[in-house]
């Protein structure tokens, strides 16, 4: 709940309404739970870089695991 009022107010600042959907459990685990309920058709993540020539763990694992086209960014 706390998370939500937070950033419902940094939504608030910025002028967004976009749609938050929180998640508990394993990453790329709730990511595809999210993407099948919300019967989404593109996913779109942001990742950082490890070392600069890798995806982190969890970019990968959402990628490979994903029911929909995810594009990476």
């Known amino acids: 709940q706390a998370a939500n009022e937070r950033i419902g107010r940094m939504q608030s ?12 459990g394993d990453v790329p685990g709730a990511v595809g739970a999210a993407v099948e309920r919300k019967h989404i ?5 942001g990742r950082g870089l490890i070392d600069g020539s890798r995806m982190p763990t969890n970019t990968y694992a959402i990628i ?6 995810v594009v990476s960014v």
């Open 13 to 24: 600042q910025l002028g967004t309404h976009a749609e938050v959907v929180l998640e508990k």
């Open 64 to 69: 490979r695991k994903s029911p929909c086209p």
């Open 41 to 45: 058709d593109l996913l779109v993540i």
